[in-house]
């Protein structure tokens, strides 16, 4: 006997068509707002790659060119970014040192090795990644900067910093020799417009496809999450480029990602 409305029928069977149709005009929409994003993005981050460096004595007005500054290095801090694999250990922020101190880290398990800029817990509980950070003002304005682990080691607190500014953003330093790029806050939001238009695109799919709230929700389905993130961090090396070495970790994000959602839904 067909059930409808009762125990988990209404989970299992497809949504009705007017209720498809709305999930897919919705989709619709919100590609196209997310397609406008990555635009408007990609637009601006042209304009900052074009802009001419600003006349001297330009001051705050030249909105339309790179500005050069020069500010003084404050501070510098140290630590590992953590993450946990889901077996023993957790996950462990990292400690920081400021004040021009020494590097000192705090993994998340003991015994710890490091290889490749990556430490992984002996344990196999947790993955840390160090980062190096400097804190420079110029203007009275104090901004943290990431820098290389080199340049960490040779900075000190008071040292000259040279910065390029677009639009109040820095999008470069220069300190004891050692330069230092950064990616305009258009760039860097291209990539999750294009992580979220990915879903939406494969929630328009599925309406037209299933419909069934069973499949959407099924465990599977999430790694659609890692997919879409993965189409995200390829478009964005599309649109403006990368190191080979971030093509290649890409790719291999988002194969394993497809392989990973496709054998899940296969086996299950």
Same mark, same amino acid.
């Given at each position: 006997?067909?059930?409808?409305?009762?125990? +988990?029928?209404?989970? #299992?069977?497809?949504?009705?068509? !007017?209720? #498809?149709?709305?999930? &897919?005009?919705?989709?619709?929409?919100?590609?196209?707002?997310?397609? %406008? %994003? &990555? =635009?408007?993005?990609?637009?601006?981050?042209?304009?900052?790659?074009?802009?001419?460096?600003?006349?001297?004595?330009?001051?705050?007005?030249?909105?339309?060119? *790179?500005?050069?500054?020069?500010?003084?290095?404050?501070?510098? +801090?140290?630590?590992?970014?953590?993450?946990?694999?889901?077996?023993?250990?957790?996950?462990? =922020?990292?400690?920081?040192?400021?004040?021009?101190?020494?590097?000192?880290?705090?993994?998340?398990?003991? $015994?710890?090795? *490091?290889?490749?800029?990556?430490?992984?817990?002996?344990? $196999?509980?947790?993955?840390?990644?160090?980062?190096?950070?400097?804190? *420079?003002?110029?203007?009275?304005?104090?901004? !943290?900067?990431?820098?290389?682990?080199?340049?960490?080691?040779? *900075? +000190?607190?008071?040292?000259?910093?040279?910065?390029?500014?677009?639009?109040?953003?820095?999008?470069?330093?220069?300190? +004891?020799?050692?330069?230092?790029?950064?990616?305009?806050?258009? %760039?860097?939001?291209?990539?999750?417009?294009?992580?979220? $238009?990915?879903?939406?695109?494969?929630? $328009?799919?599925? =309406?037209?496809?299933?419909?069934?709230?069973?499949?959407?929700?099924? /465990?599977?389905?999430?790694?659609?999450? /890692?997919?879409? =993130?993965?189409?995200?961090?390829?478009?964005?090396?599309?649109? /403006?480029?990368?190191?080979?070495?971030?093509?290649?970790?890409?790719?291999?994000?988002?194969? /394993?990602?497809?392989?990973?959602? &496709?054998?899940?839904? #296969?086996?299950?």
């Amino acid at each position: 006997m067909k059930t409808t409305g009762y125990g +988990r029928g209404w989970y #299992r069977g497809r949504l009705p068509g !007017w209720l #498809r149709g709305l999930v &897919v005009l919705a989709a619709a929409w919100g590609v196209l707002l997310c397609g %406008q %994003q &990555v =635009a408007d993005g990609y637009g601006a981050t042209l304009e900052y790659r074009d802009a001419p460096a600003c006349a001297a004595g330009s001051g705050e007005g030249g909105a339309e060119c *790179v500005r050069r500054e020069t500010g003084t290095v404050l501070d510098r +801090r140290t630590g590992e970014h953590c993450t946990s694999n889901g077996t023993s250990g957790g996950t462990a =922020a990292g400690t920081t040192i400021g004040g021009g101190g020494g590097m000192a880290t705090a993994g998340g398990s003991t $015994g710890g090795v *490091v290889a490749g800029g990556v430490t992984t817990g002996g344990g $196999g509980g947790t993955t840390c990644t160090p980062y190096y950070d400097i804190e *420079v003002e110029w203007l009275a304005r104090t901004a !943290w900067l990431s820098v290389g682990s080199p340049t960490y080691r040779e *900075v +000190r607190t008071g040292d000259r910093a040279e910065l390029r500014l677009w639009r109040g953003e820095v999008v470069a330093l220069g300190v +004891r020799g050692h330069s230092h790029s950064y990616a305009p806050s258009s %760039q860097r939001g291209v990539l999750p417009w294009l992580a979220v $238009g990915c879903l939406i695109l494969a929630a $328009g799919a599925w =309406a037209v496809v299933s419909g069934r709230l069973s499949g959407l929700l099924a /465990f599977p389905t999430f790694g659609w999450l /890692f997919v879409a =993130a993965g189409v995200g961090w390829l478009g964005a090396l599309a649109l /403006f480029g990368g190191h080979p070495v971030t093509w290649a970790f890409a790719l291999a994000w988002t194969g /394993f990602a497809v392989f990973w959602t &496709v054998s899940a839904w #296969r086996t299950g």
